[in-house]
């Protein structure tokens, strides 16, 4: 799992929009969406204001993945909030897995799809061809 994708996990586990979010770390309309769909990079001054901004994110759970996401001793205290951020984590995690394996069949089946469309003009094209050649033959008959 990407950076971008452990943020996103944090905004949604908060319950914060990206609109938000980009709003309060001043990145330009729609940033952050884009990124997180691409997979893209964070940058560190992102990181940074990251770290500046939501100081109950912990920043080398961002960069690494390893840790906890919240840092705050307070709310990890209560093992009920660390059992929820653990089953929101996995829970997060098996969906991200699934929405790959989806994203990986509707691109095979959009190859397929290609595929039979250029079967289907070579069919029309051969079809055309013989018809218009049947159509000459019977001209000369004539």
Do not use: C
Request: net charge neutral; charged share 25%.
């Amino acid at each position: 799992m990407k950076p971008i994708e452990r943020i996103a996990m944090y905004l949604q586990f908060n319950s914060i929009t990206p609109h938000a979010f980009e709003k309060k770390i001043k990145l330009s309309n729609g940033y952050f969406s884009k990124q997180f769909r691409n997979k893209g990079s964070v940058g560190s001054d992102i990181l940074i204001k990251i770290h500046e901004l939501y100081k109950d994110i912990d920043i080398m759970w961002v960069l690494t993945g390893e840790g906890q996401m919240l840092k705050d001793p307070s709310r990890l205290a209560n093992n009920s909030l660390t059992s929820q951020v653990d089953e929101f984590s996995y829970k997060y995690e098996t969906e991200s897995k699934k929405f790959k394996i989806l994203e990986d069949d509707l691109e095979k089946l959009n190859i397929v799809v290609k595929d039979k469309e250029k079967i289907i003009s070579l069919y029309e094209f051969m079809i055309n061809n013989n018809s218009v050649s049947s159509q000459s033959q019977a001209a000369n008959v004539i």
